[in-house]
């Protein structure tokens, strides 16, 4: 036997992790993509239920937000017994009425905005929603209650359309004796991958 043979019959042989380090290294990365992938897209739905990234609206002016643009034109408080309530409401509640216009983008569609879901909070965090139950009817020109399409005085359908003013209108009963300069109204989408988890806030 000579040298060379005896060298190469005494050399260890490589170890399994070497041998397999390919391959092991190939099986992590799988694994970590198994287990991040099914989190992302869990939290990505999530953040579309339930928006949590503010997007502050002009001062009397249009904000651009999820293929449209918004401006609120009056927020008003109306109490129990005034004329423009056509129906009974609490003596420990308020109504307040909040009336906006929305320009949609070209391309845009109607029965997008038609998803839109109107709130209120206040500084402690309280939150009400547009249209609840007790809400009384409210004298005065009809608004669609809805931000793309709704009807008018005369029962007729109103669309917006891109280009031209859609004016609607969000009415919610809160507790007396509200402040508004200390509330804040809310345009949200749930299940929209275009508002990415925000929602539109307008100081009142």
Not at 51 to 73: C, E, H, Y
Not at 149 to 161: H, L, R
Request: charged fraction near 25%.
């Amino acid at each position: 036997m000579t040298t060379t043979d005896t060298a190469s019959a005494t050399a260890p042989r490589a170890g399994w992790w070497r041998r397999n380090a390919g391959w092991l290294a190939g099986t992590a990365v799988v694994a970590t993509l198994a287990l991040w992938l099914p989190y992302r897209d869990a939290l990505q739905r999530y953040r579309e239920r339930n928006p949590s990234v503010a997007v502050a609206a002009a001062k009397n002016d249009w904000t651009a937000f999820n293929g449209a643009r918004w401006k609120l034109v009056a927020a008003e408080s109306l109490l129990a017994r005034d004329p423009r309530l056509r129906g009974p409401l609490r003596k420990d509640a308020e109504v307040v009425v909040l009336r906006y216009e929305v320009i949609l983008d070209s391309g845009a569609k109607t029965r997008d905005l038609d998803t839109c879901v109107g709130a209120i909070v206040d500084a402690g965090g309280r939150r009400w929603e547009s249209a609840p139950v007790g809400l009384p009817r409210l004298s005065g020109p009809r608004l669609p209650d809805r931000c793309g399409s709704g009807y008018d005085d005369a029962f007729k359908q109103v669309v917006a359309v891109p280009g031209r003013p859609f004016a609607f209108q969000h009415a919610f009963v809160l507790p007396r004796g509200q402040r508004l300069s200390e509330l804040r109204a809310r345009i949200e989408f749930r299940y929209s991958g275009k508002a990415d988890g925000r929602y539109l806030e307008f100081a009142l």
